[in-house]
């Protein structure tokens, strides 16, 4: 073992010093921080200065295929060449910020609700990965919340009643709870999809898998299924499962959306600069989860 997991959280959560990722191609250390993946769910790796094209190539050499249909990217045109290299930012293409009713401004704003990457197509976002190249000089934090031990901390008969259970989730759901209206054409590009309630880990643990874009359970009545995803939202996001990442510089971030959500904090986006990158790789294995 090369690589040290510093815990950041009682439940899950890491930091790993001492190691340079854009550079790194050692199979050896990729497979340990795989395993801290495994472990951890979400993997801080401070003071790594990466170029688009070098993120674009360590997220392919650690988890293989990259996805490319994780946002926006049936509405608004990716400034940065590549739908692979997510626009994580509140700046336009001549790198003016955003003004208050653009449309993406707009739409990232859905960021600050819980979700996890790309849960309304399929497959899914395996590992995101997150690079921090402009911050603002105020918090503006990101929110994890840990799937497992939610799912752990359920009675026994909340987990017999979510067993087998499937999931709608679609991103026009989520937008439209926050007021979004979308034409007839971007709707029926936007249908999403449906995916289990909870998810089967290879360590043997299980985790809830949802979002804000879950909006209703199959079978179910819309009412019963809106409210038992309403209940166990509230359940899986109360302070004991969440770790907040205070961004500095160059921060990179690797999270596994099959064990864990995550949201954006707020911050006065209108007035500040805020510029990420995100590449997030396919589940390609999502489909075989029951
Ligand atoms: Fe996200």
């Not at 510089?249 to 209108?270: G, L």
Request: net charge neutral; aromatic share 8%; with cysteine.
């Amino acid at each position: 073992m090369t690589l040290t997991f510093t815990p950041l959280h009682p439940l899950f959560a890491a930091e790993v010093p001492n190691v340079d990722l854009p550079v790194l191609t050692d199979p050896t250390v990729l497979a340990e921080i795989r395993a801290g993946m495994e472990q951890y769910g979400v993997l801080v790796f401070r003071r790594q200065p990466f170029k688009d094209e070098e993120q674009l190539e360590f997220a392919k050499r650690l988890d293989g295929t990259l996805h490319t249909q994780t946002s926006q990217a049936v509405l608004v045109k990716n400034r940065l060449g590549t739908e692979a290299l997510s626009d994580i930012s509140n700046v336009g293409p001549n790198g003016e910020i955003l003004p208050p009713n653009d449309r993406r401004r707009m739409g990232s704003l859905a960021n600050r609700l819980w979700h996890t990457d790309a849960s309304f197509v399929s497959p899914p976002g395996r590992f995101s990965m997150l690079s921090a190249r402009v911050l603002p000089p105020v918090s503006a934090d990101t929110e994890f919340a840990c799937m497992r031990a939610a799912y752990d901390a359920l009675d026994d008969d909340m987990k017999t009643l979510t067993t087998g259970l499937k999931v709608h989730h679609s991103i026009a759901y989520s937008r439209e709870t926050l007021g979004f209206e979308f034409t007839p054409a971007e709707k029926e590009k936007l249908k999403g999809t449906v995916q289990p309630l909870v998810r089967a880990m290879k360590d043997g643990r299980r985790a809830l898998y949802l979002a804000s874009h879950a909006s209703s359970i199959i079978d179910w009545s819309l009412a019963e299924g809106r409210l038992l995803i309403r209940d166990l939202m509230e359940h899986a996001t109360q302070p004991r499962f969440v770790y907040r990442h205070h961004w500095q510089e160059a921060d990179f971030i690797i999270w596994d959306n099959r064990t864990t959500m995550h949201r954006a904090t707020a911050f006065d986006d209108k007035k500040y600069r805020r510029e990420m990158r995100r590449t997030t790789t396919l589940d390609i294995e999502a489909t075989t989860n029951a």
